[in-house]
């Protein structure tokens, strides 16, 4: 009985949808495509819901534009000419695309042309950083650049799709996924969305470097209990919408025609089942036209989930759902026409999905040329081209955090200084890309210690010691390392994470550095050497002891093919440093999950000696080590106070808030202010901090700037208990700060509506 219900509710909030899409899409400029719809068969239209990884690119994951294409297996051969698939994915080389792109549109009976898709995150043949670390660098115009550029390398290698941005919230560093995102907050996640699907997508759909976007997962896989990989989602409505789903609207509001399905279940029900927010919220309140796909096999997981009795029920749970191509299972091709056939799936839910799917790879050109992204001369002349080297190295360089400068150790001297490197990320090259770099080319990316010799040259010593692999130790690797920082007048130590301990499958029960590296860590430091710490990592750390106290603490994330040359620009001083931290760091990983923007208590802490009684744990308080928004530079600025004008804000008009920042040190910097509000009193508990504008500004010493932010209404409102978008009247706490814990508040009033009482 209650399988039967749900699929007739579902069945009849589909076909409603599709009477209103299928009317407006036929009186339109897709007649063709409804006339290509007519002629297929339910086998056809069941492959064109079907995506496989590429068995012919996929081994070898040939950049080389100079190779002739592979030998085409017989058997994905016969399944084109069968249409029995709609694309492949992680495949990459032109030639190699081209020849299987000449199967499904010279062979097969309807001709149709399959989309190449890959996962391309942060860069293909030249790797830009992690996007965690480019949204350090709170410059959404920066990362709609290097999405560009990843978007040009990447269709000169064949790709018509990328399954990026990864635009989940991450507010809990154990969950590994945090490295492909934008961090913890709604706000600035949003903002990196969008630029991300601007970059990626460029001018035109059906240019020939126009790389569809697909934000992923929706939605709230973020939020997975624990941090731990793949596991349940519980959260409120509120949560969901004001935290979750935002950087999702950002991006389909930006162009974004594909989106994928998460793996977890949310509340209870598994994404790739989700009616009400696959098709409810997504098709029919956000009037989303593009198509969705399953994440790998996550159609078939809804039997694990304990939801589908078997693999039938899983596809038709999941096509009713509004989950259009199934991603490897073949759970579609397999079942989908005995569901049409027994009437447990419409046929016209079945054709709507196809629709989308046509619609796509029309909006990407792909029917007027089949051979677009295919072009091996393309392919050539785009890749790793020295414009694309350097814009990797800029991002690598705003993508890095100075959290630490005690003394004022930093930046380092390029002559009569001695430096030991120490630690064993030192002269490393096999973690430079990071996780979610499966294409990259980093046979000539540079090491830290390269790109400390390449700005150093002659003029000044270098010890380089590993002391340490990053989870073992090296016989008389520790007193080696203690010898060569007693001997030099710095020491940097190099430590961090591998490339695997972050991102998908890669989740921690601990933040912490590994023991090895934290034991190489205290006997350095012990030594009296200054020691500036430079971090190599995917998410935000709990550090301890002599890493936490070293004269000097950087995050450098995994910054890609240009990691060496960045850090050594920010080391010597070339460059300030620019960026801000995109996720807090706790004092302890038993924080987790934390993050700044949480909901005041009834006994909130006021001060990190607050007594017993208040929210927080025994022996650690509710604060960041560092918090989100911090960064230092080679400067240092004085804020003024808040500007509020009048110090109302009309119920429809704005108000602009101000605030005079001074470069009071001896050095040109970049400086990154930040708006943030709080609502006083509400009708629900509010978070004690939203961020709302950013603004970047570059001051020589002594110079000061107005910033100004203008906030209107909208930008106060929140989801009430009847999950109402709401502004209610009232006051308003702002701060205009380099940091989410930084500043002295102002206060305005958002007043009521004209002639309200």
């Known amino acids: 009985m209650t399988t039967r219900r749900r699929f007739l509710l579902a069945s009849a909030s589909s076909l409603a949808l599709l009477a209103i899409t299928r009317s407006a899409t036929a009186a339109g400029d897709d007649a063709d495509l409804e006339a290509l719809i007519a002629r297929m068969t339910i086998e056809e239209k069941a492959g064109q819901l079907s995506l496989f990884a590429d068995p012919l690119r996929l081994a070898s994951r040939r950049i080389n534009p100079d190779a002739g294409p592979s030998m085409v297996d017989s058997g994905l051969a016969q399944r084109i ?30 001709k149709i042309p399959l989309i190449f898709g890959a996962d391309v995150l942060h860069g293909l043949a030249t790797v830009f950083p992690i996007p965690l670390g480019e949204a350090a660098s709170f410059d959404p115009a920066l990362a709609e650049r290097t999405a560009r550029a990843a978007a040009v390398e990447s269709t000169a290698a064949g790709i018509h799709w990328t399954f990026a941005p990864m635009v989940d919230i991450g507010r809990d560093q154990r969950w590994g996924r945090v490295a492909e995102g934008a961090g913890e907050d709604p706000y600035l996640g949003a903002l990196f969305a969008a630029a991300r699907v601007r970059g990626f997508q460029g001018r035109k759909l059906s240019d020939a470097d126009s790389l569809l976007a ?40 930006a162009g974004a025609l594909s989106t994928m399905a998460a793996f977890n ?31 790998y096999t996550a159609d078939r997981e809804l039997v694990m989930h304990g939801v589908a009795r078997n693999e039938r029920d899983a596809a038709r749970l999941s096509i009713l759902a509004g989950v259009d191509i199934s991603m490897q299972s073949d759970l579609y091709n397999q079942h989908l026409p005995s569901l049409v056939a027994g009437g447990e799936v419409p046929l016209a839910v079945v054709d709507e999905a196809v629709r989308r799917v046509l619609r796509t790879k029309k909006r990407l050109g792909l029917f007027d040329d089949p051979y677009r992204s295919l072009d091996p001369a393309a392919q050539r002349r785009d890749t790793r081209t020295p414009a694309t080297l350097d814009l990797a190295r800029e991002s690598a360089r705003a993508s890095i955090v100075l959290l630490k400068n005690d003394r004022g150790v930093l930046p380092l001297r390029k002559t009569g200084q001695k430096i030991a490197l120490i630690g064993p990320f030192g002269a490393d090259t096999a973690n430079l890309a990071g996780p979610w770099a499966p294409f990259s080319d980093m046979k000539d990316a540079v090491s830290l210690e390269q790109g400390l010799r390449n700005a150093m040259g002659g003029r000044a010593t270098l010890t380089v010691v590993k002391g340490c692999d990053p989870e073992r130790t090296i016989r008389g690797g520790i007193e080696d390392a203690v010898a060569a920082a007693r001997d030099a007048d710095v020491v940097l130590l190099a430590l961090g994470e591998t490339q695997d301990m972050s991102g998908e499958a890669a989740s921690q029960t601990d933040i912490l550095l590994p023991i090895e590296q934290q034991k190489l860590a205290e006997a350095v430091v012990a ?45 010597f001083g070339e460059v300030s440093p620019s960026g801000r931290l ?41 604060d960041a080590l560092y918090p989100f928004g911090h960064g230092l530079t080679y400067a240092s600025f004085r804020y003024g106070d808040v500007e509020v004008g009048p110090g109302t804000l009309p119920w429809d008009g704005t108000i602009t808030l101000a605030a005079t920042i001074t470069n009071t040190g001896r050095r040109e910097a970049e400086e990154t202010a930040q708006l943030y509000v709080r609502d006083r009193v509400a009708s629900l508990t ?20 107005r910033v100004t932010f203008t906030l209107s209404r909208a930008e106060l409102g929140f989801h009430d208990e009847q999950m109402r978008f709401v502004s209610e009247p009232g006051a308003f706490d702002a701060w205009i700060a380099p940091s989410a814990t930084a500043g002295k508040a102002a206060t305005f009033e958002l007043l009521g509506p004209a002639g309200a009482s």
């Open 81 to 110: 000419r069968e249409g029995r698939l709609m694309g492949l994915f992680n495949g990459v080389g032109a030639a190699d695309g081209r020849a299987l792109q000449r199967i499904a549109v010279e062979q097969s009976r309807l």
């Open 527 to 571: 030594a009296g050497t200054p020691v500036v710490v430079l971090l190599r990592n995917g998410r935000a750390l709990a550090l301890e002891g002599a890493v936490r106290d070293a004269a000097a603490l950087v995050v450098t994330w995994f910054l890609g093919t240009q990691t060496g040359n960045a850090i050594a620009d920010v080391l």
């Open 214 to 253: 697909c934000p992923k997962h929706f939605v709230g896989y973020g939020g997975a209990l624990g941090g731990m990989e793949y596991n349940s989602a519980e959260m409120s409505e509120q949560t969901l919408h004001e935290v979750y789903l935002p950087p999702f609207k950002a991006a389909f509001d």
């Open 582 to 622: 995109p996720v807090s760091f706790p004092q302890s990983s038993g924080q987790q999950p934390f993050f700044y923007g949480h909901r005041s208590t009834g006994r909130p802490q006021t001060t990190a000696k607050d007594p017993y009684w208040k929210a927080r744990y025994r022996y650690v308080s509710h």
């Open 686 to 705: 509010r978070p004690v901090r939203e961020l709302k504008g950013i603004r970047k500004l570059r001051l020589a010493p002594g110079e000061s700037a």
């Open 265 to 295: 279940d949310l509340n209870g029900v598994p994404m790739m089942a989700h009616h009400r927010l696959m098709t409810g919220l997504l098709r029919e309140q956000w009037r989303f036209r593009g198509m969705v796909v399953s994440d």
